[in-house]
């Protein structure tokens, strides 16, 4: 069942047999030019077929170019100029929170790249909307009031459905900014104030001075740019709850730009097995909480 998940944007060859499987067991798609379909369904890589997904690579839809063109120019709404801004990062997201990655030819101009072209291959994550999914981190992480918090996993583990729920969660009861740079965060948040597709820079800034946020939400927390705006803005008295991508704690202390004592929290979620579930909670000091 696709319930309320709009994957329209996809080719029939492919839309069609994804009618026919649980979409909460699905957390990724990957077309490759003249190469099967594959999934990540249920933690486990499988080939998509015409009624299933299957362990068997000759059962498999293959993928073509056409499909990948057809792909992109339907996730823009027709207008790959329009999406040109998150596409040369090497994305584009849907209007239904849909992010799909891009690889293919990178045309740069004075040393910048300014669009990507003769695309090869997509990496579709599906997002999850689970009202509950941050209960466990409610209870444990935040009983006693808000705290600067990270939440830590690999790649497609539940970090974006969390902060998603405590979005949701937190702007009930505080005035909450969403810097949802890649377009994943914001949808279904009708008592937040959300800046879409804006560099983190720029919307910590603007969003802080004008929207006087109590709260500042942002996924993927990645370089030293990202670390100062969380710096600056924790010195402003705002609270911070973020995500990186890691597997335990020493792998984000261990990252170049990070910086000591600015959360007050670090959520390590398992990198294996269901999604959102807690392997380890730290304190500012490194002490495990129990």
């Not at 849909?98 to 790249?113: F, L, M, P």
Request: with cysteine; hydrophobic share 40%.
């Amino acid at each position: 069942m696709m319930d309320t998940l709009d994957l329209s944007f996809l080719p029939a060859a492919i839309y069609e047999p994804l009618q026919h499987i649980d979409i909460n067991r699905l957390y990724e798609l990957r077309l490759r030019e003249n190469a099967p379909v594959t999934l990540n369904y249920g933690f486990k890589r499988l080939y998509l077929c015409g009624e299933r997904p299957t362990l068997s690579e000759s059962e498999a839809i293959v993928c073509d170019g056409d499909m990948i063109e057809e792909t992109i120019f339907r996730a823009a709404e027709f207008s790959i100029y329009a999406a040109n801004e998150s596409l040369k990062h090497g994305f584009v997201t849907t209007a239904g929170g849909v992010r799909i990655g891009v690889s293919g030819e990178c045309v740069s101009e004075n040393g910048s790249v300014i669009t990507i072209k003769n695309f090869t291959s997509l990496c579709i994550r599906i997002p999850h909307d689970i009202e509950g999914a941050a209960s466990e981190v409610l209870r444990r992480v935040f009983s006693d009031g808000v705290r600067n918090t990270l939440i830590v996993s690999a790649a497609g583990y539940g970090k974006t459905t969390i902060l998603k729920d405590l979005s949701r969660i937190f702007s009930k009861t505080h005035n909450v900014l969403v810097i949802d740079e890649r377009g994943e965060l914001g949808e279904n948040l009708h008592n937040a104030d959300v800046v879409k597709y804006s560099d983190k820079s720029y919307a910590f800034t603007y969003g802080i001075r004008s929207l006087a946020p109590q709260i500042v939400v942002t996924d993927e927390l990645s370089g030293a740019a990202d670390w100062d705006c969380v710096r600056r803005a924790v010195n402003s008295g705002v609270k911070i709850i973020a995500t990186a991508h890691g597997d335990s704690l020493a792998s984000v202390k261990n990252k170049p730009e990070f910086m000591e004592g600015l959360f007050e929290r670090y959520v390590i979620l398992h990198s294996s097995g269901q999604a959102g579930r807690i392997q380890n909670i730290y304190g500012e000091n490194d002490y495990e909480l129990r």
